[in-house]
């Protein structure tokens, strides 16, 4: 198909106006759409292998795959039935309108081969989103793959009355997809992007959230919303639509993540406290506390945090409680369950330990050996001490990757299992945490001559002096301030008498000793 492509049907496509051939194109797949058999033999022969491209979930949603078809290639939803035949993992239709539109005059798109590039400057042309949602109607029956629907503002609407131009789409739409994308950016729409600014753009999401509201409380479901806003943004701008955005239960003014908690939290206190005098580039290596930054532990990290921001569902923070208490329940039931040479028979102990056992362990100490797996220690005495319900959804996965209890099992096995496996480092590193939030707060004295402080290096001075850390914690993540001159710096501070800055385990060991 590669060499089919390069040598006749791109030059042929090439030969047309660029417009009528993306005509063509999405003709070409409403055909295809429309031979079911055909649609689905081909879905079959372009499925991806979940095993090697992992399937995304987000806002509730599953995809197969990270690629989809974005908005802008059919307007009206006519070809989308087709992307999944070409193995896309989703679809996105739109940009739509409320009212029917023919768009910018022609033309309105360019080639520009030398770039690989294409220009377009369609300007929202559609039918409309009443004859979208009559013609999506006629489809039945489940998607193989998450439809989502991009909504525009129409050219006639003004800016005031932009609110319920976009609801009118959203009202009609909303049964048809699977999530909505609210696109406030295109440059094609005159004052289109105006809406981006938050004195617009909050009111506009308030009224969708309501609207997801009232479906709810008639018995429909919630759809995702999505914001589409410019790339050329500023990062003040982006922020101040995400807090147009949010809906929110958090008490504070903002949050943001600490550098045990993501690798944002690390770049955003690296950028501030660091400076740049070069390209950032996000490496692990930056990051004190990598090993509690681990992708199988993102949720546990954030999701609570995330549920407080507004931005978890119910259906998510209730998948995600059910993970956290089987993990828990799993870890605590493999430390309650004890096997000693009594009970484990020598053959038993060396076909899956690789030797027989000469004192007592339970079973979350046995986990922790490198070359025993959680499938195998369960297979013990015939799975006598095994999870019931885990090995049997463990065991269903192999016959279908896309079944939500046996990929609910393996999560749930890969968390206990990289927890004991690694509890040792994993401990430890909450230990350097908690070590390191005592210190982190600490205000250093504002009277503090850090040129007195004959301990340090002249360029650890020069730099404390000029920065004035308000904490220790900001000083310890100044360019060139070491650990090393810290442990120097809280050493001049308790020999000073600056009683905050005690040891808090000797603290604790004296007041352990007074009792």
């Known amino acids: 198909m590669g060499w089919l492509y390069e040598h006749a049907v791109k030059r042929a496509f090439f030969r ?15 055909r295809l759409g429309g031979v079911r058999p055909l649609c689905a033999l081909l879905e079959r022969v372009h499925r991806l292998d979940p095993a090697q491209h992992r399937p995304v979930e987000a806002f509730g949603l599953k995809f197969p795959n990270a ?22 993992g989703h679809v996105e239709i739109g940009t739509v309108t409320f009212h029917a539109q023919p768009g910018n005059p022609r033309p309105r798109a360019f080639r520009y081969p030398a770039e690989q590039a294409v220009i377009n400057r369609m300007g929202f042309n559609n039918e409309g989103a009443a004859a979208l949602a009559a013609h999506l109607a006629k489809f039945s029956g489940p998607r193989s793959i998450p439809l989502g629907i991009n909504l525009g503002k129409s050219k006639v609407t003004s800016l005031d009355q932009a609110t319920g131009d976009y609801l009118g789409s959203f009202r009609l739409l909303a049964d ?26 909050k009111p506009l999401l308030a009224a ?3 609207e997801n509201k009232v479906r709810v409380g008639a018995g429909k479901p ?32 903002t949050w943001v993540p600490s550098r045990d908690q993501a690798y944002l939290g690390v770049l955003v206190d690296d950028l501030i406290t660091k400076g740049v005098s070069e390209p950032y580039r996000m490496f692990t290596s930056r990051a004190e506390f990598r090993l509690q930054l681990r992708e199988d532990n993102a949720d546990l990290r954030l999701t609570e945090v995330a549920r407080q921001l507004g931005l978890v569902d119910d259906a998510r923070w209730t998948a995600f409680c059910r ?29 899956v330990l690789g030797k027989a056992i000469d004192h007592e362990y339970n079973l979350a100490d046995l986990l922790r050996r490198p070359d025993v797996s959680y499938p195998q220690l369960m297979s013990l005495d015939a799975g006598k001490y095994a999870e019931p319900e885990l090995m049997r959804d463990s065991a269903s996965q192999a016959e279908s990757v896309t079944d939500p209890e046996a990929s609910f099992a393996q999560s749930v096995i890969e968390q206990v299992e990289i927890a004991a496996k690694y509890s040792g480092y994993i401990d430890r590193q909450r230990d350097e945490v908690s070590r390191a939030a005592y210190y982190e707060y600490l205000r250093l004295p504002e009277e503090l001559d850090y040129m007195q402080v004959s301990a ?24 060139g301030i070491t650990p090393a001159t810290i442990s120097l710096l809280l050493i001049h501070l308790k020999r000073s008498n600056f009683k905050q800055f005690s040891d808090p385990g000797k603290a604790d060991l004296s007041e352990a000793g007074e009792g």
Do not use: M
């Not at 690629?67 to 896309?88: E, I, S, T």
């Not at 997809?177 to 938050?198: F, H, K, M, W």
């Open 16 to 30: 047309l106006d660029p417009e009528h051939a993306h005509e063509i194109a999405v003709n070409g797949l409403a």
């Open 67 to 88: 690629v989809g078809l974005a908005a802008g290639f059919d307007k009206n939803g006519r070809a989308w039935p087709a992307a999944a035949a070409l193995g896309f």
């Open 176 to 201: 048809h997809g699977d999530y909505i994308a609210v696109n406030v950016s295109s440059p094609n729409t005159p004052g289109l992007r105006e809406l981006q600014d938050a004195s617009w753009l």
């Open 208 to 210: 969708l959230v309501e």
């Open 222 to 253: 919630r759809r995702p919303l999505l914001l589409k806003i410019a790339p050329d943004l500023t990062f003040p701008q982006i922020d101040a639509a995400l807090q147009a955005g949010a809906r929110t239960d958090w008490t504070e003014e």
């Open 323 to 351: 993970k956290r208490d089987a993990v828990s329940r799993e870890t605590e039931r493999l430390r309650s369950i004890w096997v000693s040479p009594k009970n484990l028979a020598a053959a038993e102990s060396v076909r």
């Open 456 to 479: 340090l290096s002249i360029e650890a001075r020069q730099k404390l002096n000029r920065h004035r850390p308000e904490t220790l914690g900001l000083a310890s993540r100044i360019s």
